[in-house]
């Protein structure tokens, strides 16, 4: 089992930059592959980005390409968000997200869930 805490949301101005990072507990972390999630007000949940176990592949939506970076650091138990050029329709909260299984971007194939951290940008 993995519990996940999200952490490094904010506040920030169009075109800035923040850095979210998603804290596991839990020896298993470096088995499971890593999403990012977010869902704005009155919006569904939509895929940001995920990670696979080792850091050998990574897939983004098409939203975010160019922008966000994700990678982890299994020795940390980490999995990092780097928001670039951020956007106020980037405004939501942020969750991160473990697979057991697949390397997905279908929230109902995630396992573990965080609690979320919100992330807002004014324009």
């Known amino acids: 089992q993995v519990q996940l805490v999200e952490s490094g949301g904010g506040l920030v101005q169009a075109g800035g930059s923040l850095r979210l990072s998603c804290a596991a507990s839990?020896?298993?972390?470096?088995?499971?592959?890593i999403g990012w999630f977010r869902q704005a007000p009155g919006k569904a949940r939509e895929f940001v980005t995920a990670?696979?176990?080792?850091?050998?592949?990574?897939s983004y939506a098409d939203s975010v390409k160019g922008r966000f970076t994700i990678s982890r650091d299994n020795a940390k138990n980490t999995v990092y968000l780097q928001m670039n050029s951020l956007k106020p329709e980037d405004t939501a909260v942020y969750y991160c997200?473990?697979?057991?299984?697949?390397?997905?971007?279908?929230?109902?194939?995630?396992?573990?869930w965080g609690q979320g951290t919100q992330v807002t940008v004014s324009s």
């Open positions: 997200a473990g697979s057991g299984g697949l390397f997905t971007a279908r929230s109902n194939d995630y396992n573990y």
């Open positions: 839990g020896h298993t972390f470096s088995s499971y592959h």
């Open positions: 990670i696979t176990w080792n850091g050998a592949a990574t």
